[in-house]
T-cell receptor, first 117, second 109 residues
Framework: GAVVSQHPSWVICKSGTSVKIECRSLDFQATTMFWYRQFPKQSLMLMATSNEGSKATYEQGVEKDKFLINHASLTLSTLTVTSAHPEDSSFYIC?????????????FGPGTRLTVL | LAKTTQPISMDSYEGQEVNITCSHNNIATNDYITWYQQFPSQGPRFIIQGYKTKVTNEVASLFIPADRKSSTLSLPRVSLSDTAVYYCLPDTGRRALTFGSGTRLQVQP
């Protein structure tokens, strides 16, 4: 299957600082990428859809000024958590679709564990 | 979006076949059914996808009856490493996937 990578795999930061997470499609181009958040023992929650060359589309309840998304190329999308607070501590996962025989398939990155102290 | 219902958890032993059934009564005509596996602190991993009848790959089989109101993921001869959460999702092939609670499979020695 297609490979999606994320960097860093984990990050610890102080409250009030900003953190950038990168999501890359390694062997395909992705005009659209998705960002999810997962809290312990819970399922994945879609945060936003990242569109190459245009503004991201955020899900209801997700602050667009806090979670800045940039999709500057067909292989890279970044999520910046601005002024992070302990409640932003979570597991952030990105994904992208790849065309298949019958339908596009969504592939996920390995995730980034963010801990805000 | 079609709502899915899966068992919250299942237990099995090594070497057994495990069948996880997902109910999706109002699945749309254009939706495929896709199953993912997720280990702790990892992103979901694509397992298998189908529209109807039976699909098989090197890790699993997927059975979807003619009415497409349910699907069954079959894992042959599970091992301890199959302990994970399994998600059943309707997939239009375009929008982002919407995850439910999934099924937590625990494989015992």
């Amino acid at each position: 299957g297609a490979v999606v990578s994320q960097h860093p795999s984990w990050v610890i930061c102080k409250s009030g600082t900003s953190v950038k997470i990168e999501c890359r499609s390694l062997d395909f181009q992705a005009t659209t990428m998705f960002w999810y958040r997962q809290f312990p023992k819970q399922s994945l929650m879609l945060m936003a859809t990242s569109n190459e060359g245009s503004k991201a589309t955020y899900e209801q309840g997700v602050e667009k000024d806090k979670f800045l998304i940039n999709h500057a190329s067909l292989t890279l999308s970044t999520l910046t958590v601005t002024s992070a607070h302990p409640e932003d501590s979570s597991f952030y996962i990105c994904s992208a679709r790849v065309g298949g025989v019958s339908t596009d398939t969504q592939y996920f990155g390995p995730g980034t564990r963010l801990t805000v102290l | 979006l079609a709502k899915t219902t899966q068992p919250i958890s299942m237990d099995s032993y090594e070497g057994q076949e495990v069948n996880i059934t997902c109910s999706h009564n109002n699945i749309a005509t254009n939706d495929y059914i896709t199953w993912y596996q997720q280990f702790p602190s990892q992103g979901p991993r694509f397992i298998i996808q189908g529209y109807k009848t039976k699909v098989t790959n090197e890790v699993a089989s997927l059975f979807i009856p003619a009415d497409r109101k349910s699907s069954t993921l079959s894992l042959p001869r599970v091992s301890l490493s199959d302990t994970a959460v399994y998600y059943c999702l309707p997939d239009t092939g375009r929008r982002a996937l919407t995850f439910g609670s999934g099924t937590r499979l625990q494989v015992q020695p």
